[in-house]
C-alpha cells in the first residue's frame, strides 16, 4: 500500500513541495453536479478566480489536447487535476480522464476533488484510476447544520431534500474517505467557513474526518453568493481560530488559492490560460 502524502509534499506545489517551481493544472471535464450546495454559482467565464468558474468544459480527449500544451508551455506541471467545474463523481468523465492520463504521463500526480456523495460506492474506480490525491469536500457532519448549507441531493434517480439528504451526503462522504484513505491515497478535506453556520462546528468535522483517515484539512472562506449572498464571510482572525480548532485534530493547509476550474501554470505565477483556452485579459 503506497502512502502518497510523503510524495505530495515532495513534488505538489500545494502541500508544500517546491512551491516556487513546480505547477498545477486543472482540468475542467466535470460539467454536471448532484447536489445543490447553496453558496454555488458555477460560471463560464474568463475572469473570476474562484472554484466553479472555468472558460470552457472539455472532453475528456480535448483535455489530453489541452493537457499536452500546457506541458509544453509551462514544462514545470508536475499535478494534474480535476476540480469540476461540477462534480467529478456525477459524470464518468474525470475518470476517464486519469486513466488517459496515467497512460500517457505517469509521472504526473493526479488530483481530484469531489463532493463526496458517490465517493463510497466510486472508491474503487479512483482507486484504479491512479488518484494519488482526493479532496472532499465536507461542510458539516451534523446533518442539522449540513441542510443549512446544501439544497437538495440526486442520489441514484431520486431528489432527497434538508436533514435526510445531509444525511445520506455525510455518511457517504465518510465511508469514501475512510475507503481511499485506506488504499493509502492521502485525503484532504476541504470545508466551507460560513462563520453563521458551520463556525462552531469545525473542530467536529475535523475530528470525524481525521478519524476516517483524512490527512490533511483546509479552509475555504465563503464567497456570499447564490441563497447564502446575505451570510458574512469570515473574517481573518475567524479563519484563524476555525484552523486552531482544527488543527487540535489534523494537520492544516494554509496555501490554497482556491483557484479556478481551469487554472493553469505556477501556483501564484502566470496563468497560461490565456494562452490556452484564448481567454480574454482582465478589463479588455
Ligand atoms: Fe456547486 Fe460543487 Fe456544491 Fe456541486 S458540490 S453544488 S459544483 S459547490
Ligand atoms: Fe492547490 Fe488550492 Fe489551487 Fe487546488 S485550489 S490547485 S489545492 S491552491
Known amino acids: 500500500m503506497a502512502d502518497t502524502y510523503q510524495k505530495l509534499q515532495s513534488f505538489h506545489p500545494c502541500f508544500g513541495g517546491n512551491r516556487n517551481n513546480t505547477g498545477r493544472i486543472h482540468l475542467p471535464v466535470s460539467p454536471g453536479c448532484n447536489i445543490s450546495c447553496k453558496f454555488c454559482d458555477r460560471k463560464i467565464n474568463d475572469h473570476e478566480e474562484r472554484p466553479g468558474v472555468t472558460s470552457q468544459v472539455l472532453t475528456p480527449l480535448e483535455a489530453m489536447e489541452v493537457l499536452e500544451k500546457a506541458l509544453t508551455l509551462c514544462p514545470e506541471i508536475t499535478v494534474a487535476g480535476i476540480a469540476g467545474?461540477?462534480?467529478?463523481?456525477?459524470?464518468?468523465?474525470?475518470?476517464?480522464?486519469?486513466?488517459?492520463?496515467?497512460?500517457?504521463?505517469?509521472?504526473?500526480?493526479?488530483?481530484?476533488?469531489?463532493?463526496?456523495?458517490?465517493?463510497?460506492?466510486?472508491?474503487?474506480?479512483?482507486?484504479?484510476?491512479?488518484?494519488?490525491?482526493?479532496?472532499?469536500?465536507?461542510?458539516?457532519?451534523?446533518?442539522?447544520?449540513?441542510?443549512?448549507?446544501?439544497?437538495?441531493?440526486?442520489?441514484?434517480?431520486?431528489?432527497?431534500?434538508?436533514?435526510?439528504?445531509?444525511?445520506?451526503?455525510?455518511?457517504?462522504?465518510?465511508?469514501?474517505?475512510?475507503?481511499?484513505?485506506?488504499?493509502?491515497?492521502?485525503?484532504?478535506?476541504?470545508?466551507?467557513?460560513?462563520?453563521?453556520i458551520n463556525g462552531e462546528h469545525i473542530e467536529d468535522i475535523a475530528r470525524a474526518v481525521k478519524e476516517r483517515g483524512a490527512q490533511i484539512y483546509n479552509l475555504i472562506p465563503l464567497i456570499p453568493q447564490s441563497d447564502l449572498r446575505n451570510e458574512q464571510a469570515p473574517v481573518c482572525s475567524q479563519i484563524e481560530e476555525a484552523r486552531a480548532q482544527a488543527g487540535k485534530h489534523i494537520d492544516v493547509f494554509r496555501h490554497c488559492q482556491h483557484c479556478r476550474a481551469d487554472a493553469v501554470g505556477l501556483l501564484g505565477g502566470k496563468d497560461y490560460g490565456d494562452l490556452i483556452y484564448q481567454r480574454r485579459i482582465v478589463g479588455s
Open 85 to 196: 467545474p461540477g462534480d467529478t463523481l456525477a459524470t464518468d468523465y474525470a475518470l476517464e480522464t486519469f486513466r488517459l492520463i496515467r497512460e500517457k504521463y505517469p509521472r504526473l500526480i493526479k488530483c481530484m476533488s469531489t463532493n463526496g456523495l458517490l465517493l463510497s460506492e466510486r472508491a474503487e474506480e479512483i482507486i484504479e484510476a491512479g488518484v494519488d490525491s482526493l479532496t472532499v469536500t465536507v461542510n458539516g457532519v451534523d446533518p442539522e447544520i449540513e441542510a443549512k448549507l446544501n439544497r437538495l441531493i440526486v442520489y441514484h434517480g431520486k431528489v432527497y431534500i434538508g436533514v435526510e439528504a445531509a444525511a445520506i451526503l455525510i455518511e457517504n462522504q465518510l465511508k469514501g474517505i475512510e475507503k481511499i484513505a485506506a488504499a493509502g491515497i492521502t485525503v484532504k478535506v476541504n470545508t466551507v467557513l460560513v462563520p453563521g
